[in-house]
Nanobody, 114 residues
Framework: QVQLVESGGGLVQTGGSLRLSCAAS????????MAWGRQAPGMQRELVAA???????NYADSVKGRFTISRDMAKNTVYLQMDSLKPEDTAVYYC????????WGQGTQVTVSS
């Protein structure tokens, strides 16, 4: 089992920044990639950024150039730096550990006011 705990959500104005953190514990050796996903009300959950154990990074087109995923392997922590936030970025953001079994955190609310 892998446990994921997110932090860092909140309310920010359009154009502002937030940094999300996700601390992983448990059987982290089973994880092939860490990712951030989000789910807005009435919408399906979507992955916005992912980083593999080899360091390869991918972003959804909607956040490319504005969001940055990074990690501290010594702390088993992954981060999502979100800049130039827009109202359409408003969602619950989830940390994910991807592998033979996918794990999800409990989510943290990000609200961007116009």
């Amino acid at each position: 089992q892998v446990q994921l705990v997110e932090s860092g959500g909140g309310l920010v104005q359009t154009g502002g920044s937030l940094r999300l953190s996700c601390a992983a514990s448990g059987d982290v050796f089973t994880i092939n990639a860490m990712a951030w996903g989000r789910q807005a009300p009435g919408m399906q959950r979507e992955l916005v950024a992912a980083i593999t154990i080899g360091g390869s990074i991918n972003y959804a087109d909607s956040v490319k150039g504005r969001f940055t995923i990074s990690r501290d392997m010594a702390k088993n922590t992954v981060y999502l730096q979100m800049d130039s936030l827009k109202p359409e970025d408003t969602a619950v953001y989830y940390c994910a550990g991807l592998g033979p079994t996918n794990y999800w955190g409990q989510g943290t609310q990000v609200t961007v006011s116009s």
